[in-house]
């Protein structure tokens, strides 16, 4: 078990489905991290959040939708995806202003159907 | 921008070999990190071992090394005495500083250990 926990670890969703996937971590750091990591690609930085507040968004469809509600937690609110939305999601946590990099979760992977 | 760069999509090695993998990076800060991670089939994201650009040594971490040449911009892993439970998706990665710590990653080497 790591110090990042995800769930769920799969789900397979329709294109007019809501959703929602959820990061914790009780590390005591102060940042939080999505990522997409789709097939034969780099893992893609989605958003950043630092000490609960979203400081990077890197040109997300709306379609997903971050939530921050504590520096434990970590949400991505999904709905009305597209089949190429469908990759391995991962979480990760860090103590911010760090070179210690980061911890990850063991991903969600999702399937859009 | 930063960028990474992992030439080797795939490496095989036969176990209890070493392998090195490859990984350039291109940054104009004067301070950053270089780290490698391990992703098994699981998809688990595994911290392997990290080089500061002002650490003089080599990093290591067990039967991990990490050959920096920072003039030539490169952060090899070098994998020794490969066994069977190597073999995974390894990806180098480099820090940006700023009020959070955020990670560039390139593409990643697949390396499957032969018995």
């Known amino acids: 078990e790591t110090g990042v926990t995800q769930t769920p670890r799969h789900l397979v969703m329709g294109m007019t489905n809501k959703k929602s996937l959820k990061c914790e971590q009780h590390l005591g750091h102060n940042a939080m991290y999505w990522y997409k990591q789709s097939a034969k690609k780099p893992l893609e930085l989605m958003f950043v959040?630092?000490?609960?507040?979203?400081?990077e968004n890197n040109s997300v469809p709306s379609r997903f939708s971050p939530e921050c509600p504590n520096s434990s937690h970590l949400f991505l609110h999904l709905h009305t995806l597209q089949p190429e939305d469908s990759a391995l999601y991962l979480c990760?946590?860090?103590?911010?202003?760090?070179?210690?990099?980061?911890?990850f979760g063991s991903g969600t992977r999702l399937t859009v159907v | 921008a930063q960028k990474i760069t992992q030439t080797q999509p795939g490496m095989f090695v036969q176990e209890k070999e070493a392998v090195t993998l490859d990984c350039t990076y291109d940054t104009s800060d004067q301070s950053y990190g270089l780290f490698w991670y391990k992703q098994p089939s699981s998809g688990e994201m595994i911290f392997l071992i990290y080089?500061?650009?002002?650490?003089?040594q080599n990093a290591t971490e067990g039967r991990y090394s990490l050959n920096f040449q920072k003039a030539r911009k490169s952060a090899n892993l070098v994998i020794s005495a490969s066994q069977l439970g190597d073999s995974a998706m390894y990806f180098c990665a480099n820090s940006l500083r700023g009020g959070y710590n955020k990670l560039i990653f390139g593409a990643g080497t697949r390396l499957a250990v032969h018995p």
């Open positions: 959040y630092s000490l609960e507040e979203r400081v």
């Open positions: 990760a946590s860090s103590p911010g202003d760090s070179n210690y990099g980061y911890t």
């Open positions: 080089q500061g650009s002002y650490d003089e």
